[in-house]
């Protein structure tokens, strides 16, 4: 794993983001960094960086299916701000799943101000209590999906999922060419929501190059997934 650590915190933004993500790099906190794999309660993953093609995604029916589940819900999209109703979400989550996760919010960004990074905040509520939140960086003509997180009670509305939906459809109205959505693990249940989008317009970032994406569905041919 390597890391890069910007000690004079210019804004990473615009098309100095579009270039990071393009080249494999990612957000951890207040740097970027780059892996192939990653450890989970003591196992080694390896993982692929993916990316969405923003025009050429042809929505299922499953993902229409969750659109109208959640119809009654209000979303925003506004500027990253930490709350403690962000937080107070975020315990809710961090105790519901399985796998490991930053503690709060604030560790897992780093940059709160959003003096690093352009984040944007969605908020999801129900009557006006939120039952999920997703945060993202905007670059120029990409955003990187940094965090989904839900309240475990509304977990049948499939919300890590909507959240998708909503930054796919963020993307949409922006005129934004490419989503990442970080990195998978091929075979590891836990990423597999990541796949499920649309394959046709789902691409792999492929080691050692990381400038070298190919279509998923030719990824899987090889490592026979």
């Not at 969750?66 to 107070?88: A, S």
């Not at 309240?151 to 459809?169: D, F, N, T, V």
């Not at 394959?199 to 030719?218: D, G, I, Q, R």
Request: hydrophobic share 35%; proline share 5%; net charge neutral.
């Amino acid at each position: 794993m390597k890391d890069l650590n910007f000690t004079d915190k210019p804004l990473i933004a615009g098309e100095l983001l579009d270039i990071i993500l393009q080249t494999g790099w990612y957000r951890s906190g207040d740097k970027v960094f780059t892996t192939d794999f990653v450890e989970d309660f003591d196992c080694r993953y390896p993982v692929y960086w993916l990316r969405y093609h923003i025009a050429r995604i042809k929505p299922t029916k499953s993902y229409q299916k969750i659109v109208q589940l959640n119809q009654n819900f209000t979303i925003d999209t506004i500027p990253f701000r930490l709350t403690d109703e962000l937080e107070e979400l975020h315990v809710r989550y961090f105790n519901h799943i399985p796998f490991l996760t930053a503690f709060t919010i604030e560790e897992m960004m780093g940059d709160i101000q959003n003096n690093i990074f352009d984040s944007r905040l969605i908020e999801v509520r129900d009557n006006g209590k939120l039952i999920a939140a997703g945060i993202f960086d905007k670059g120029k003509q990409s955003i990187a999906g940094i965090k989904n997180i839900y309240h475990p009670a509304y977990k049948k509305y499939s919300l890590g999922k909507y959240l998708l939906w909503i930054k796919y459809q963020y993307c949409l109205q922006n005129q934004i060419t490419w989503y990442y959505p970080g990195y998978f693990s091929p075979g590891n249940p836990r990423f597999n929501y990541k796949t499920e989008f649309d394959n046709n317009a789902t691409e792999v970032c492929v080691p050692p190059e990381k400038e070298y994406w190919v279509p998923l569905n030719e990824f899987k041919k090889v490592l026979s997934i």
